[in-house]
Structures are given as structure tokens and as C-alpha cells.
């Protein structure tokens, strides 16, 4: 069985819901804290093991390649500062290998992964999805899900369980349990109505996809929203799939809710402003923001 060493992250979309913040700058350079949630992601995969990464971008995204580029002068700066844990930062940043391609034109996350065909050559491959940042330090989400592969040697879905209410966010899984935590999957849904999700079980931005997946790709008619979706050539897989319910706290940067939530609890976390922040939150009195 192939190893798992390249990763897709998707990240064309023109973020609409962040708008007027996403008219210049990509949502995925959106800081959490003093982070861009795309180096979240692109860390998680580094930490579990991926050796390749291919950036989906489109127009207006030059910043995120910018972001994993050497800048000459930025550590020239950096090192007559004395700056060195900000050098040591910036250049592990540009050492990771990212690639690049442009999706021409919006045509779903079905079409953005299959512009990542010719990168993948016929090895399995994870996807990690920009909007879902998960915490969990001890043993990263995608890492999770590459255990799994290894395990099962199927398409495994990161999924998590969501409230009746969010069904309709997310693709729903179908699927008999076989350990406390895996699901075999019987059936996908792209964001069924309440009444007929299949479960709350949603696929949340994590997978390890095989190479068969381009195939149904080429198949599959526009789905939900007029888009090619990768939930649809899926669902049309004739090998296994499996359902890990990963764990880590998930944060949903992709609404502004979930993103507040994140820029806070990242904040609470982080060494330097976590105490300030702490105290600053104990001091304010909710009442006034009515
Ligand atoms: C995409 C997928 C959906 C998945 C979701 C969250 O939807 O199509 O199946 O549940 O991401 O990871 P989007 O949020 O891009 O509309």
C-alpha cells in the first residue's frame, strides 16, 4: 500500500461572506491571532508527515504565495535585528514544500481537486479544506486520518457529529459504526435537508481520497449550487470508504462566528496575550452591548 505524502488544500474561493476584509486580500491570509488560518493548516499537514502540498488558488490569491516564499529582505532585517526566533519562523516557512496551481474559474470543490490530477500521480492523498482549522496538539487531525488509511487502505472522511440545525451546512454521512470512532460508509449526502440527513455526522474539511476519485470527477453532472462536487464522485466510489470521527476542537473560519471563536480561543492560548486576554474578558460587562 502506498504511503500518504501529499496533501491538496483547496483554496480559490473568492470569500464572499468576509467581505469587505476578502476584496483585495484572500480569506485564507485572514489572521487567527498573529497567524494566517492557511499556515494552520498547511502545519497540520507537515506535522503529520506530508512531504508535498499543491495550493489550489485562483485570482487575487498571490499573498499566500508570497507567504511561503523566501523574502530576502524581511530576513536580512530580521537577522540585523537580532530577530531570531522570527528568522528561524520565516525560513521554516519558505522551506515547506508548497506548489501552486490556479482553478480557472469557480466551479465547486469538485473541479478545484481535480485540478490537483497530474500533482497526485496516482498515489492516495489528503485534502485538508481551509475553512476547518482544528486544535489539537497532541495529535494532529490529519495525522489522525492518515492512521486510519493505513489501517483500513480506504477513502477515509474526517467527520465530526453536529447539531440538527447544521446538517444542511455539510456533507452527511450514511455509515454502520465498527469501532468507536470509525464508520464504514454506506451512503454521502451534500447538505441534505434536516428531514433527510442520514445522521448528523458531518465531513468536516479532513480526507484521504485515492486516486479512483478523479474518474467519478470526469462522471459526475453539477450538483448542489451548479458546482461539480466532490461529495457527488464520492458517493459514486465503487472501492470502500471509511468515516473517522477525529478528534480536536473545530473551528469553522469559514463564518464569522467561528472565526471570533477562534481569534479567541487562539488568543487564549497563546503565551503572549493569554493572561492580558483573560483579564480583559473577566472586566467586561456584557450588558453594555446590547
Ligand atoms: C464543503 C463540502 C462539504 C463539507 C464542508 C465542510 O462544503 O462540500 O461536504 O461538509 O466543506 O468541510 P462548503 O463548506 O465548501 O460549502
Known amino acids: 500500500m502506498k504511503r500518504v505524502r501529499k496533501a491538496v488544500i483547496p483554496a480559490a474561493g473568492f470569500g464572499t461572506r468576509f467581505l469587505s476584509a476578502t476584496k483585495a486580500q ?24 506530508i512531504e508535498e502540498i499543491l495550493i489550489i488558488t485562483g485570482r487575487n490569491k498571490r499573498a499566500i504565495e508570497d ?98 440545525d447544521m446538517v444542511s451546512s455539510y456533507g452527511i454521512v450514511a455509515g454502520t459504526p465498527i469501532t468507536e470512532s470509525v464508520y464504514k460508509v454506506d451512503g454521502l449526502v451534500e447538505k441534505p435537508k434536516k428531514e433527510l440527513a442520514p445522521s448528523n455526522l458531518a465531513v468536516l474539511g479532513r480526507y484521504i481520497l485515492t486516486p479512483d476519485v478523479f474518474e467519478q470527477l470526469e462522471r459526475i453532472p453539477l450538483g448542489a449550487g451548479n458546482e461539480l462536487q466532490l461529495t457527488d464522485a464520492l458517493a459514486q466510489l465503487e472501492s470502500p470508504i471509511h468515516a473517522l470521527a477525529y478528534e480536536g476542537r473545530r473551528y469553522d473560519v469559514g463564518n464569522r462566528f467561528g472565526y471570533l471563536q477562534a481569534m479567541l480561543e487562539y488568543g487564549l492560548r497563546n503565551e503572549t496575550v493569554s493572561e492580558a486576554l483573560k483579564e480583559y474578558l473577566k472586566s467586561l460587562n456584557l450588558d453594555e452591548f446590547q
Not at 75 to 85: C, D, F, R, T, V
Not at 103 to 116: T, V
Open 26 to 49: 484572500p480569506k485564507e491570509m485572514l489572521p487567527i491571532v498573529d497567524t494566517p488560518a492557511i499556515q494552520y493548516i498547511v502545519e497540520e499537514a507537515v506535522e503529520s508527515g
Open 67 to 164: 507567504h511561503f516564499d523566501t523574502s530576502v529582505e524581511l530576513e536580512q532585517l530580521l537577522q540585523q535585528q537580532g530577530k531570531k526566533k522570527q528568522l528561524e519562523m520565516v525560513r521554516r516557512l519558505a522551506d515547506i514544500r508548497v506548489h501552486f496551481i490556479r482553478q480557472k474559474a469557480p466551479r465547486g470543490l469538485g473541479d478545484a481537486i481535480y485540478c490537483a490530477k497530474a500533482f497526485v500521480a496516482n498515489e492516495p492523498f489528503a485534502v485538508l479544506l481551509g475553512d476547518d482549522v482544528v486544535y489539537n496538539p497532541e495529535y494532529p487531525c490529519l495525522k489522525q486520518l492518515i492512521d486510519a488509511y493505513d489501517t483500513y487502505g480506504s477513502t477515509i472522511l474526517g467527520a465530526q457529529m453536529v447539531s440538527d
